[in-house]
């Protein structure tokens, strides 16, 4: 376990996973009771066996194995490897598209369930059970796999992100980020999430007089970034790399690095398609997340150089007096400060100081 937050006991939060194995399970079956997976493979194929039937996993895909059903893993192409977010409160859905209307973003069309299939054997099979945080095993005399039928709503399901219908401006400044969203667990409180998963999928960027990468922001949602694979396009500077992550907690300030600004801010503003080889995801969650000590110290993987690589260098570009008010500026002709789309003098990406 890397990260989470919440109570698994009340079904309330989340969890959040590095996986990794070498070698396919062989009569044996996991389950969890403490909340729904969501499989994000960063590295080698994966087929699952359900309760309900198979599902063939790719990277550049996602699973989702509701709480309670049983599976096994199987790795075709070799070792496997990927981010696994564990949702305590509820189920996912698609988000509400409000005035988008009736399509775009993820179709519900494109998501696929099991290929119904079942095995009558009578064998030994290990069970292992998430419990409470917990692993527990026992064994018994049949396959777990063994369903002859079934219907309902309560399934696995699959989603290749290439089908995902990306939408944007096709004007000036940036959309709020939700409109990468894929899927949605909302909490109790509107307009936000106990987790979402919203992906930076292959887009065109047409935005005039804009800094096209993302803005420096504080949110009050928690930000897990993961890499599937290529480059990100706002840390061009390294340190993100595929299979590794970074973690903006909630009201971190946070951004492009220092080399993303600095080729954004002068980079000729025509029709630009991004993240071609490249696929970034994101678990966000109005909770507080908080590391594991496997995270934060045992893995040993943290980058330690990650600020002072990434915003340190920035420069500052201001040269304006050193206090001012708004109540206390002169009108020029009724006009506000900063340009025709009511952006204030500010550190070159388009904020207002």
Not at 10 to 37: Q, R, W
Not at 43 to 54: A, F, I, K, R, S
Not at 147 to 161: E, N, Q, S
Request: hydrophobic share 35%.
């Amino acid at each position: 376990m890397l990260a989470g937050a919440g109570d698994i006991t009340t079904k309330t939060g989340l969890g959040i996973y590095i996986y990794t194995a070498g070698k396919s399970m062989e009569n044996e079956a996991m389950y969890s009771a403490d909340g729904d997976f969501l499989i994000v493979p960063q590295q080698g194929d994966m087929d699952l066996q359900t309760e309900m039937g198979y599902l063939y996993v790719r990277p550049q895909e996602i699973v989702v194995i509701p709480r309670g059903i049983r599976f096994t893993v199987r790795c075709p192409t070799g070792s496997i490897r990927g981010y696994i977010l564990e949702l305590y409160s509820g189920h996912f859905n698609l988000p509400e598209l409000g005035p988008i209307g009736s399509n775009c973003l993820a179709n519900a069309r494109d998501f696929e369930a099991p290929v119904a299939a079942y095995e009558d054997v009578d064998e030994d099979y290990t069970i292992f059970c998430k419990f409470d945080g917990q692993l527990f095993s026992t064994v018994q005399n049949h396959s777990p796999f063994d369903v002859v039928a079934w219907h309902g709503t309560y399934y696995p399901y699959k989603y290749d992100l290439g089908k995902f219908n990306t939408i944007g401006s096709v004007s000036f400044d940036h959309p709020d980020p939700s409109i990468y969203t894929v899927l949605t667990a909302p909490s109790d409180r509107p307009g936000t999430a106990i987790a979402d998963f919203v992906i930076f999928p292959s887009r065109w960027l047409v935005q005039e007089d804009t800094f096209r990468p993302p803005w420096y922001h504080r949110n009050t949602m928690s930000e897990f970034m993961g890499l599937i694979c290529g480059s990100y396009d706002a840390k061009e500077g390294g340190g993100f790399q595929p299979a590794g992550a970074s973690l903006h907690n909630t009201m971190s300030a946070h951004g492009p690095d220092a080399l993303t600004y600095e080729k954004a801010s002068n980079v000729e503003l025509k029709p630009t398609k991004v993240s071609t080889k490249s696929l970034a995801f994101m678990f966000e969650s109005c909770m507080m997340i908080g590391l594991t000590d496997w995270g934060l110290k045992e893995c040993r993987k943290v980058q330690q150089t990650y600020n002072r690589e990434s915003w340190v260098p920035l420069k500052k570009f201001f040269n304006g007096p050193k206090q001012g008010r708004a109540d206390l500026l002169p009108l020029h002709n009724g006009k506000k400060n900063g340009n025709e789309n009511g952006n204030g003098n500010g550190n070159g990406n388009g904020n207002g100081n």
